[in-house]
């Protein structure tokens, strides 16, 4: 949340300022690009031999060869985003993005001066082998001082994460205490309806028809409300995941019957599941995902609604995209979607979205809002790949 | 009908404990409910009881610790217990002491009835 007063200065300018980038600076950088744009290719692969060498850094980067491809790309663009400014505050929510990136994948925070200091090393052999004798001095330190306000954004933003992270823990954990009690409390008084019930249908049966339906209402409900329980105490509790190999196709035709189960209305589900895609994953956690998605979707597509269903592969990851013809999600609700207690829907409690992410982060997989083909929202899952699946 | 054997359930839960009574009555069983579980302890006499059904949460003496001490008295008894906690210590407690089944609260009837059929048929 951003609660400065609005004539205080943004954190970029007070950086700006700081490191005193400016004008004369900006036009070296954009003289410099040319000269540069050669040499990005060959600063990408060194920068990623040297994280490969190290044995810490390394572990940051878990999807191999194609991640590593993958993460090439987009430091190239991030290289060539360097020389290109405006160097105003769209540039500076672009680069944010990236220290956001870092919290997500745990890299160590000391990684990242090591990191933009190979990039410094590289840009400074640029400069030194192509500038003219009177620029030599100065195109270097427009260098140093952008590396430097690129560091400075990096680390802001990866703090600032950290601790929206840490505090989002912390609530949970008093939170997760009081909901645990309150749940536990529930099952007493609802064994009590359920064995009533049971009791009250042997009296009285053949029940006489309005009579059975509000039984049949009864007993649903008491499921339900067993149900809301059973999904508390599994976000609540840490239960570690059991991965073993199961086929994307298994988990997306269970997911399936369990959402036509759970729902009283029918549902246009379309299934698009690439044959022989193998996870590695707790099969009932991530099926409890897969579920929670589909049955949000299902919601906000509404009767008339369609919701799509797509496996495939992302690199070393399977991806599970659940896509729907709802309204969509509110941009003011999607930062925070994954956090506990947050919900769009009118009687929804906000426990899913949190559950799916907690369960997709502890097999190794992620989840997040994406953009697709369909009108409405789109969640995409992602699980490791089993090695029995080719990359 | 005639009684299939003599069950005693201790449930804190009066409501609880008087519907699981005329579930067992119903299924012919005789039974009795303590919702004191001390209570239940200075009434119940060895041999009286073919099976003992203990919610394992409870003031004054949990479920466990009222299986051990009626066991010690009589070491025949049978117990199964019923937890709304699902993933306490005292879970595990139970199936090291002996009891048979930890159900889950609430207890789905028809499965309770087919559990205590089969346990009091084979012991086990």
């Known amino acids: 949340m951003d609660e400065r007063a609005p004539m205080e200065e943004h954190l970029f300018d007070e950086i700006k300022r700081y490191v005193d980038f400016n004008a004369a600076d900006e036009l070296r950088l954009v003289a410099l690009e040319p000269r540069a744009a050669p040499h990005l290719p060959r600063i990408v692969d060194d920068f990623y031999d040297h994280i490969l060498r190290h044995t810490g850094a390394r572990q940051s980067i878990s999807g191999g060869h194609a991640q590593v491809a993958r993460l090439k790309v987009s430091l190239t663009h991030w290289l060539a985003g360097l020389f290109q400014g405006p160097w105003d505050l769209g540039y500076y929510e672009r680069r944010a993005r990236i220290g956001r990136v870092h919290v997500a994948i745990d890299l160590p925070q000391q990684y990242m001066f090591t990191a933009v200091n190979v990039i410094r090393a590289h840009l400074a052999d640029v400069v030194l082998s192509t500038a003219s004798p009177e620029e030599l001095r100065p195109e270097l330190h427009a260098v140093d001082k952008l590396l430097d306000m690129e560091l400075a954004i990096m680390l802001h933003t990866y703090r600032e994460d950290s601790l929206h992270r840490l505090r989002q823990g912390e609530r949970l954990a008093t939170f997760g205490q009081l909901v645990a009690s309150i749940a536990h409390e529930l099952r007493n008084p609802l064994g009590v309806i359920e064995s009533s019930l049971f009791l009250v249908r042997k009296r009285l049966d053949p029940a006489p028809e309005p009579v059975a339906r509000h039984f049949d209402k009864i007993e649903a409900q008491v499921r339900l409300s067993n149900r809301i329980i059973s999904s508390l105490l599994d976000m609540v509790r840490e239960r570690p995941a059991a991965p073993r190999e199961v086929g994307a196709d298994t988990l997306c035709q269970a997911a399936q019957e369990a959402v036509t189960a759970a729902r009283s209305t029918p549902l246009t589900l379309e299934l698009r599941v690439t044959p022989g895609v193998l996870v590695f994953a707790d099969p009932d956690q991530a099926q409890q995902v897969l579920v929670n998605l589909l049955l949000n979707a299902a919601d906000a597509a509404g009767p008339s609604g369609r919701v799509r269903l797509t496996a495939d592969t992302r690199g070393a990851f399977a991806r599970f995209l659940v896509e729907d013809t709802g309204p969509g999600i509110a941009p003011e609700v999607r930062r925070r979607l994954f956090e506990p207690l947050v919900s769009t829907k009118a009687r929804g409690i906000g426990l899913g979205l949190a559950l799916c992410k907690r369960l997709a982060e502890r097999n190794r997989g992620s989840i997040g809002l994406v953009q697709a083909e369909l009108p409405g929202a789109a969640f995409e899952f992602l699980l490791p790949l089993s090695t029995g699946s080719a990359e | ?124």
């Open chain 2, 1 to 124: 009908m005639s009684p299939r054997g003599h069950i005693l359930v201790v449930d804190d839960n009066a409501d609880l404990g008087e519907n699981l009574i005329e579930i067992l009555e119903d299924a012919g069983y005789r039974a009795q409910l303590f919702t004191d579980p001390l209570e239940a302890l200075g009434k119940v006499c060895p041999g009286q009881y073919a099976l003992a059904l203990l919610d394992l949460r409870m003031p004054g003496l949990d479920g466990v610790e009222l299986f051990r001490a009626l066991r010690r008295r009589d070491p025949t008894l049978l117990a199964v217990a019923m937890t709304a906690f699902a993933h306490d210590d005292r879970v595990r407690e139970a199936v090291d002491e002996g009891m048979l089944v930890v159900f889950t609260k609430p207890v789905e009837p028809s499965g309770l009835l087919g559990r205590l059929e089969g346990i009091l048929a084979t012991g086990a």
